[in-house]
Structures are given as structure tokens and as C-alpha cells.
């Protein structure tokens, strides 16, 4: 059974770091690529980055650039996503995504709150 799930989220004040992590299991998630949301209240989810399962390829929203990381370690099955200089809009639920096939996956969600 495939299941992928968040953690590291909590309150951080503007400008603060916080690194948020999806393990994977029920599958090998060197196989595919995954991304990371976001959903804000009251807006749509937002592709926020993505990563090929190699590794190779790596895309970022143009508001995160610069401040974000998105990473991987196939060995531990799991994802991350550092972020840094975070901004009162960074405030959302981030979930972790794959598409296996035409079927696609999602984690809980970790809470993200970026406030003083």
C-alpha cells in the first residue's frame, strides 16, 4: 500500500527556517518523481517544487526560489524540503505528491504557520 507521510511543520517567526520530510512506503520512491504542495486558506493548491527520481531535474514556484530546497534520499525513501526565510505567505498545509501511473498519491499534510 502506498503511503507517503509529512512531518516537521509548526510555527516559525518571518525570516525563520524550518525543514519538512515525506516518507515514503508500500513502494521504491527511486522510481519516481514527486513533488511537494502547498494549500493555503481559502486558495488553491499550489505546486510549490518538484524532483525527478534521479535527482537530475528540479523545479521551484517563482515565489519560493532562491529560498527553498527540495531533496531526496532514495535510501531512506524519503523527501525533504528545506525552507528558509520563510514569509507570513509561506503559511499552508504542505502535502507530498506522486503519480504512479495514472493513479496519484498524497500525504496528510504538515502544517506550516509563519507568523510573530
Known amino acids: 500500500q502506498v503511503r507517503l507521510v509529512e512531518s516537521g511543520g509548526g510555527l516559525v517567526q518571518p525570516g525563520g527556517s524550518l525543514r519538512l520530510s515525506c516518507a515514503a512506503s508500500?513502494?521504491?520512491?527511486?522510481?519516481?518523481?514527486i513533488d511537494w504542495y502547498r494549500q493555503a486558506p481559502g486558495k488553491e493548491r499550489e505546486l510549490v517544487a518538484s524532483?525527478?527520481?534521479?535527482?537530475?531535474?528540479?523545479d521551484y514556484a517563482d515565489s519560493v526560489k532562491g529560498r527553498f530546497t527540495i531533496s531526496r534520499d532514495n535510501a531512506k525513501n524519503a523527501v525533504y524540503l528545506q525552507m528558509n526565510s520563510l514569509k507570513p505567505e509561506d503559511t499552508a498545509v504542505y502535502s507530498c505528491h506522486i503519480k504512479v501511473y495514472s493513479a496519484h498519491y498524497w500525504g496528510q499534510g504538515t502544517q506550516v504557520t509563519v507568523s510573530s
Open positions: 524532483i525527478t527520481s534521479s535527482g537530475s531535474a528540479i
Open positions: 508500500g513502494f521504491t520512491l527511486s522510481h519516481y518523481d
